[in-house]
């Protein structure tokens, strides 16, 4: 078998790391593709584990090297899939999931990699709720945190485009839904490596 790719976007603040990590305690064979970006680290963060935190001038470096399936411009930063890691799950038949953007989320649907994609979208009940979570996680200055608000509308647009949509509103039930989403999400025709699948199951 190949593996997948797990998408997943949404506002700032909707919940997908908080979501990610409930996930990968229960779903084995999988993992999140830390993502390599020029953001300032946080506090709390881990440089190797939340992100590959970079200068400007190291990260214009790889996409002249293209180390990257896709790279964009989010909320003023830069931030980037690498490529390796990707062909190394699906060869060795594992999840990996991706947190990144709507337009990653399009450059990837459009690569070759297409077939192996499920994407999900997630938002918090309402807008006042993703106010008040962005403003209580403490980890952006107000100017970021408009920032992100206002994104978050240009955001919604490409909604239709996935294939699902959780609401978090309870953590325990969205989590619930992600995890039954992430284990459906490699049974798509093409991890079976469909040619040779066919030709052995028209032979049994
Ligand atoms: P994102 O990764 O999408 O930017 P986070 O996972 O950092 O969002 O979540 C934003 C804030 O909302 C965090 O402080 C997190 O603890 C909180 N949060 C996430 N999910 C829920 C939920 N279901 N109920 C209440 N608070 C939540
Ligand atoms: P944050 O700064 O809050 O960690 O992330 C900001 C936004 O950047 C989120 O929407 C997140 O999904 C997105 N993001 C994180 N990594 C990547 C990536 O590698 N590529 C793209 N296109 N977006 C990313």
Request: proline share 2%.
């Amino acid at each position: 078998m190949l593996g997948g790719i797990l998408i997943i976007s949404g506002p700032s603040g909707s919940g997908k790391s908080t979501l990610c990590k409930e996930m990968f305690k229960s779903i084995d064979n999988s993992f999140f593709s830390i993502s390599t970006t020029t953001r300032p680290i946080r506090d709390g963060e881990v440089n190797g584990a939340d992100y590959y935190f970079v200068s400007k001038d190291k990260f214009k470096d790889d996409i002249k090297n293209s180390k990257f399936l896709e790279w964009a411009e989010v909320h003023g930063n830069y931030y980037g899939t690498s490529l390796d890691s990707v062909q190394k799950a699906l060869n060795d038949g594992k999840l990996i999931v991706f947190d990144i953007d709507v337009q990653g989320f399009e450059l990837v649907k459009n690569s070759v990699f297409s077939e192996f994609c499920t994407s999900i979208f997630i938002l918090p009940p309402s807008m006042s709720l993703l106010k008040e979570r962005l403003n209580s996680r403490g980890t952006d200055t107000k100017g970021s945190v408009e920032n992100r608000i206002k994104n978050s509308k240009d955001e919604l647009k490409y909604l239709h485009k996935y294939d699902y949509l959780i609401i978090n509103d309870n953590l325990k039930i969205a989590s619930g839904k992600l995890k039954a989403i992430a284990k459906s999400a490699k049974l798509k025709p093409e991890s079976y490596k469909l040619k040779s699948f066919l030709d052995n199951w028209l032979k049994s």
